[in-house]
């Protein structure tokens, strides 16, 4: 197959990138602007097979209208990813992520060619969910609550109409807390890696609120055999909406994860609290139920086992 991944050299896509590159055509099409990019850019370039680098930004139409002629499917993670920075600077934001997934669908719907297209949504579309403390399923309302979740739930929308408008086969992805190797994770996303370098340098870690907010963790190499089965099953997902996370087997809170990186790692790590943040959810658990029974997908890397690999590829940096 033939496959372009927008966003190919960051955290999923390069994962994605990596583990597609064994048996499939890859192309990697990314600006490089997020940290920890072009370190990921070396690694497919020493370690992926059948993997073709562009370099450019998901709102150049004329760029991508050349690359989207001839793919069996395309992974779109482009985006801009922080819902702080989200705030700092909602213009970029939305240029990134409203108008960048418009302008891929369009020069997708322009080109007549008809690939699955696979779009990563965020739990972010359903708001604080203040008063839920039970596993979200697809039925949740929409209740964007900060620019990230304006601009990643607009694009998760028109990704979906355009399947019911236009006819292209879209499948879209609402994810929860993603992590694993070869993430370059700060405070403001990508908290769990965060956490490693942080406890590994044995500097302080700033927990914002009590620490007992609930996440799904879900492990990237359960992600990559998502989307496996999703591209695979393109009558199955086309015109799907899915929450993808780690689900109840998974599910921890910050103060948890602490403690397992402690017992990995034999020492105390210094903590220190701050105010919580707008928009921070205190639980938030997918239902994965959706995705098992159309796609038989279920997590299998437990939570322990996949902060000892990230410990790993850390201490190996």
Known sequence: MNILITGGAGF?????????????????????SRKGSEKNIDWLNKEGKSIRFVKGDITDGKKLSGLVKNQDAILHLAAQVAVTSSVEDPETDFEVNLRGTFTLLEEIRK??????????????????????????????????????????????CYMHDYHRIFG???????????????????????????FVRRAIAKKTITIYGDGYQIRDLLNIEDLCRLYDLAIHDKKTVSGQIFNVGGGEKNAVNLIQILAQLEKLLGYKIPVTYDKVRPGDQPYYVSDISKANKLLAWEPRVSVSSGLSSLIDWVKSL
């Open 168 to 194: 292209i086969p879209t499948v879209v992805f609402r994810k929860s807390c993603i992590y694993g190797v070869h993430q370059y994770g700060n405070e403001d996303q990508g908290w769990v890696a965060h």
């Open 12 to 32: 999923i896509g390069s994962n994605l990138a990596y583990y597609f590159s064994k048996k499939n055509n890859v192309v990697v099409y990314d600006s490089l």
């Open 111 to 156: 080109s007549g060619n008809r690939p699955l297209v696979t779009y990563a949504s965020t739990n972010k579309v359903y708001g604080d969910l203040a008063n839920n403390y039970k596993p979200v399923s697809e039925s949740q309302p929409l209740d964007f609550y900060s620019p990230y979740a304006c601009s990643k739930g607009g694009a998760d």
